[in-house]
């Protein structure tokens, strides 16, 4: 279950959320693009969780470097929407990632629970042959599908 700490004013997406379609479907909306950021967060690895259309990050070496989005001013009914999402499997921990060339403080969706991981996940990848495979068959606001 995600953690109940105070809400953070942002978040950073790893995986199937750096997808609009994924975040309107999530929220009923389209984020405004003013709340979007590229951004870096070093020492972890994106592995697709097996049987599954949807990865997990996982502690990688140190020289490993992922590129997410970093989303800004987010509010409790936003981040009750993504705990939702993210399901029982996953909490929000804490981490810093680089943003224009400076480091915010912002949180992450890890896994709790041992989830079996499998290759290195690769959005591009993903959002040209994977996406609506997710959306049909993973994906659910009050959770996605368990592996």
């Known amino acids: 279950m995600p953690t109940n700490r105070d809400a953070p004013k942002s978040l950073f997406f790893y995986g199937t959320l750096k997808a609009a379609e994924v975040r309107e479907a999530v929220l009923g909306y389209k984020v405004p693009e003013n709340r979007l950021a590229a951004a870096k967060l070093s020492g972890f690895e994106v ?14 070496p140190p020289e490993a470097m992922i590129e997410g989005v970093l989303l800004s001013g987010i509010d409790r009914r936003e981040l009750d929407r993504f705990d939702r999402l993210e399901g ?14 400076q480091i915010h403080a912002t949180q992450i969706y890890k896994p709790i629970n041992r989830l079996p ?22 994906f ?3 959770g996605v599908r368990r592996p």
């Open 140 to 142: 659910d606001p009050g």
């Open 117 to 138: 991981a499998a290759e290195l996940w690769d959005f591009a990848s993903w959002y040209k042959k994977d996406l609506d495979n997710f959306l049909s068959q993973d």
């Open 47 to 60: 592995r697709r969780v097996a049987g599954t259309f949807y990865p997990m990050i996982v502690a990688g």
């Open 88 to 101: 029982a499997d996953y909490q929000r921990a804490d981490v810093a990632v680089e943003c224009d060339g």
